[in-house]
């Protein structure tokens, strides 16, 4: 999560230093429920639809901002936040079960202050407390239930809790009770834990020397890093659940050596044969909850949906086979019709959470997923239907792993149990016949599924995001000959910089929703958005988007740059909380070190400016020396690694990478 914790050291010695004062929380009292009160209105004006969501419990909620923080200090409370997204399954099981409870929203009310946060919307709050979760519970997750006192400094965090005990499980409600006696009791102990998490948390941020020479050893290291946490049966890296990571699927497909290829390719086949893939109606789900990628979380997310793209684009163009680029066009198609904005822009997901019919409740999956009788309903003629069941291991009991509510039980996943040559063998049947009953047998699914209520929308447009879309199209219409890709990509890149982009300031806002915008951009958002623009501008050719990218990049230079690291923080330098991070380490979509290593070069490239190569060869250099002992864990810059090093070479000083 947070670049410095890659240091086995750093992270040991943080954790000490922090959890040798959380031991304060075991002697906990209890204390009398309050008359409930009601008060989420504070939430109803918030551009985040995730806060709205929350604007008619009876927590009496603030959005972060110094309101909250005057009534905390004022009565001297501690904060409860919660940080949470609009498509997160257990973040609606907690509302329904906590926050909609009028005795625990009393709990919440009269001993606390209540602060709702969109981690999509404020990443930089996310990631700082989730960067303490994890330090002080070795695990972390959404929703974020984080303590803190009435400054923000966090003394006590967790991720979902039930609203009363079960066994293995304190429940919210109990947790609650005993946290507000505490403070009563010994509140200058709590205020000691905060301040010695801070500080370790500080320490955390401490500088490293550049190397003083860029060479291959970060590209090795990761390979073999790599190899020896690749799953051979299942394809994948470690454990379930199962991200896609398509940062290290895209490096692993532009590494010169076959072992690389060959993992990326499993890895991909796998996935696309998966449940996480939704091969009905285009596009993946979030991740998968099993090894075999068969049970996902139904969240569909803008930004998977453009990297997975490319991925598969990638995949494509080294392989030329038709399954990877009908990956493409499906992915992109899925996006345009299921997550495009009537002006131009992207929406940000699609929930976990959806209904089966008209008069269901919304449950996990339940848009997607198949009982026996809605297969019967969708498919009347029974020798299709049997014929649709061996291909997608659709089972009576379900195919589905329950989860400990039981949501799961008797719905079944499309995932891939037979593909065409193995039908052929099992039915006794030619290819022709095969592709056939395929089609009809999709053809009633999807219109059995598109007669289903819609899933929720998450319709705020996100920068960041849209910019992850732009490469995606721009680099799809380029390469499979797709002008309607490019159109999209003009059309989202023009929305965000007509509505999200003050070109008098500069700023660039994180987030827009129905004519608001939201917070002021973080530096993932100038950066991905200049990459956008810069692969917009090499598939059309139109200097315009150049243009665009450089002042974006130029205004991240003079407010983001830590000119003493030669690397980025991810806020300015007015951040609110106690922490810089400079990330390197990559997710689901790269860092902001890491798309800049991409953009500077590019930039550099167009306008004949040497300063933005010598820029990125310089955040190399750091990155090489924040991440030594674990390259793997920034796979986005490893992809443009040898092209780094070919810049730093004397026989290629004189051109551009």
């Known amino acids: 999560m947070v670049d410095d914790l890659a240091n086995p050291a750093n992270r040991m010695r943080a954790s ?251 890895t991909l086949d796998h996935i696309l044969a998966g449940g996480i893939h939704d091969r009905l109606g285009g596009g993946f789900h979030r991740y998968a909850t099993d090894f075999a990628w068969r049970v996902p979380h139904f969240e569909k997310m803008l930004y998977d949906q453009a990297m997975m793209a490319r991925v598969c684009l990638a995949a494509w163009q080294q392989q030329r086979l038709p399954a990877y680029e009908q990956c493409v066009r499906a992915t992109l198609d899925f996006t345009l019709s299921g997550l495009r904005d009537a002006q131009g822009g992207f929406h940000s997901a699609l929930s976990a959470d959806s209904r089966a019919d008209a008069g269901g409740e919304l449950q996990e999956g339940a848009g997607y997923t198949w009982t026996v009788a809605q297969l019967e309903r969708a498919i009347p003629d029974p020798a299709l239907r049997a014929w649709t069941q061996a291909r997608y291991g659709i089972q009576p009991t379900g195919n589905a792993i329950s989860d400990p509510r039981d949501e799961m039980q008797g719905r079944n996943v499309v995932w891939l149990a037979l593909d065409e040559p193995a ?90 929703r129905r004519g608001v915008r939201g917070v002021a951009g973080f530096a993932e958002d100038y950066a991905a958005l200049a990459e956008g623009l810069l692969a917009l501008h090499a598939a059309s050719g139109e200097q315009r988007w150049s243009l665009h990218a450089r002042r974006l990049a130029d205004y991240l230079i003079e407010h983001f740059y830590d000119a003493q690291q030669g690397a980025f923080c991810s806020t300015t330098d007015d951040s609110a909380l106690w922490r810089r991070a400079r990330p390197i380490q990559d997710d689901v979509v790269p860092s902001v070190n890491s798309i800049l290593l991409h953009v500077l070069p590019d930039l550099a490239r167009v306008s004949g400016e040497a300063k933005y190569r010598n820029m990125a060869i310089r955040t190399a250099r750091w990155a090489a020396a924040q991440q030594a002992d674990d390259p793997a864990s920034m796979p986005y810059s490893l992809l443009t690694w040898p092209r780094l090093l070919a810049a730093t070479q004397p026989a290629a000083g004189a051109t551009a990478p």
């Not at 047998?441 to 849209?466: C, E, F, I, M």
């Not at 499979?480 to 660039?508: I, N, T």
């Open 16 to 266: 000490h230093t922090i959890m040798k004062f959380t031991v304060l929380l075991l002697a906990l009292l209890a204390v009398q429920l309050p008359a409930a009160e009601t008060g989420g209105w504070r939430l109803a004006g918030q551009s985040s639809p995730y806060l709205q969501l929350h604007a008619g419990n009876p927590v009496q909620w603030y959005p972060w901002g110094e309101a909250a923080f005057d009534k905390a200090r004022r009565e001297n409370r501690p904060l409860f936040i919660s940080i949470g997204y609009f498509t997160c399954h257990w973040c609606h099981v907690m509302a329904r079960e906590s926050f909609e409870n009028p005795e625990i929203a009393a709990l919440l009310n009269r001993y606390f202050v209540a602060i709702k946060v969109d981690r999509e919307q404020r990443p930089d709050l996310d990631d700082a407390y989730m960067e303490y979760l994890l330090l002080t519970r070795r695990q972390g997750g959404w929703p974020m239930s984080v303590w803190a006192t009435p400054d923000g400094m966090p003394f006590f965090a967790g991720s979902y809790f039930p609203p009363r005990d079960i066994p293995g499980y304190t429940g919210f409600a109990t947790l609650l009770t005993r946290i507000a006696g505490l403070w009563e009791q010994d509140e200058p102990g709590i205020r000691k834990t905060a301040q010695q998490a801070v500080h370790g948390l500080r320490a955390l941020q401490r500088p490293v020397t550049p190397v003083a020479q860029l060479d291959m050893q970060p590209v090795v290291k990761a390979r073999t890093a790599y190899a020896a946490s690749f799953d051979e049966l299942q394809g994948g890296f470690g454990p379930a659940p199962k991200f896609p990571e398509p940062t290290r699927l895209l490096f692993l497909l532009g590494d010169s050596e076959p072992r690389s290829v060959s993992m990326a390719l499993s």
């Open 423 to 512: 039908q052929a063998e099992r039915f006794a049947v030619d290819a022709a016949i095969v592709h056939q009953r395929n089609r009809e047998s999709d053809q009633q699914l999807r219109r059995a599924r598109a007669a289903r209520p819609a899933v929720p929308v998450d319709d705020k447009v996100v920068s960041a995001w849209n910019g992850y879309l732009v490469t995606a199209l721009a680099q799809a219409g380029r390469e499979l000959g797709e002008p309607r890709y490019l159109d999209a990509a003009r059309q989202a890149a023009g929305f965000v910089l007509e509505r999200l982009y003050d070109s008098d300031s500069g700023v660039l806002y994180r987030d827009w």
